[in-house]
């Protein structure tokens, strides 16, 4: 396992980078700020949508007649794992090795603080990396500020009832601004010298879900509380949308959350962007400042 150690290094605009889920929290804002740089984007989502700047493609995991088109002239790629797929490997090492075969150097992925390198999902996917590339970097951010504030269920939740339920109980995260994971992902595709790392990615301070129900009440002046849920009833509430299997590893997530697991900060964000992660209030106030957003 490897760790990054020293400043960031100078950017150059050069090569065409895929960016997978184009239109989602993390690769949105990655394709925004790598267009806005000067660089050129492939754009991909199930629909192709158009990005403004950027050369939109359709791809889909699931659909590997999308692939050759979306690699096409790339050299380094943007990769997020298919949603709610417990294998994602199963899917994703043979894109990698075609993306080697068509001349991608360099692969940036998506993973989580709560999954190690060689552990379940996409913990295989972030194993296999080095060795498919000799450029690349993996991305492990804890739970995203979004979540209280985007799509997700929890700002469903705050929106629809004033509350957030979790199995976390009064264990602290070190949540993590996705404009912040954006500006870290955009310096590890385009760096002259790729991380060729693990970067576990947090925000300034650890929270506990009351200590964040507590703030957006302050920050929207609308009481939100946090229910405390058994891991039984939130993994049953998963699986009512989601596969039992990818319901119960979710609900695994937050019992190591109340065991202490993800109550941590580091200073990779300060590292590679050189500048501090943003905090969740900061986040708050930016975007549940209009009424419509609650």
């Known amino acids: 396992m490897s760790s990054i150690t020293g400043t960031a290094l100078p950017t150059s605009v050069t090569g065409t980078t895929l960016v997978i889920g184009a239109t989602g929290t993390t690769g949105g804002r990655i394709a925004e700020q790598l267009i806005a740089a000067g660089h050129h984007v492939k754009a991909a989502s199930r629909r192709a949508t158009p990005v403004p700047g950027a050369e939109p493609v359709r791809f889909d995991w699931g659909d590997p007649a999308t692939h050759a088109d979306a690699l096409d002239g790339v050299d380094r790629v943007y990769l997020i794992p298919p949603l709610g797929d417990s294998d994602p490997a199963s899917v994703m090492l043979p894109f990698l090795r075609?993306?080697?075969?068509?001349?991608?150097?360099?692969?940036?992925?998506?993973?989580?603080?709560?999954?190690?390198?060689?552990?379940?999902?996409?913990?295989?996917?972030h194993q296999a990396l080095p060795g498919l590339f000799d450029e690349w970097a993996v991305l492990r951010p804890s739970w995203f500020m979004q979540n209280f504030t985007g799509a997700h269920a929890h700002a469903d939740s705050i929106r629809a009832d004033g509350t957030i339920l979790s199995a976390a109980g009064s264990g602290r995260v070190g949540f993590v601004d996705a404009d912040d994971i954006a500006a870290v992902a955009v310096r590890a595709l385009t760096d002259d010298r790729a991380p060729d790392a693990e970067l576990v990615?947090?925000?300034?301070?650890?929270?506990?879900?009351?200590?964040?129900?507590?703030?957006?009440?302050?920050?929207?002046?609308?009481?939100?509380?946090?229910?405390?849920?058994?891991?039984?009833?939130?993994?049953?509430?998963?699986?009512?949308?989601?596969?039992?299997?990818?319901?119960?590893?979710?609900?695994?997530?937050d019992r190591a959350i109340a065991g202490g697991a993800e109550d941590?900060?580091?200073?990779?964000?300060?590292?590679?962007?050189?500048?501090?992660?943003?905090?969740?209030?900061?986040?708050?106030?930016?975007?549940?400042?209009?009424?419509?957003s609650l």
């Open 201 to 253: 990615l947090t925000g300034p301070e650890a929270l506990s879900y009351d200590d964040i129900a507590a703030i957006v009440t302050e920050v929207t002046g609308r009481t939100v509380v946090h229910h405390r849920l058994t891991h039984e009833q939130l993994r049953d509430r998963l699986a009512a949308f989601i596969p039992l299997e990818f319901a119960t590893m979710l609900a695994d997530m």
């Open 264 to 292: 941590r900060t580091t200073g990779t964000v300060q590292l590679l962007t050189g500048r501090p992660p943003n905090g969740f209030r900061a986040v708050a106030e930016r975007e549940l400042s209009d009424p419509v």
């Open 98 to 125: 075609q993306a080697r075969a068509a001349g991608v150097r360099r692969a940036v992925l998506l993973s989580s603080s709560a999954i190690p390198e060689g552990g379940p999902a996409v913990g295989m996917v």
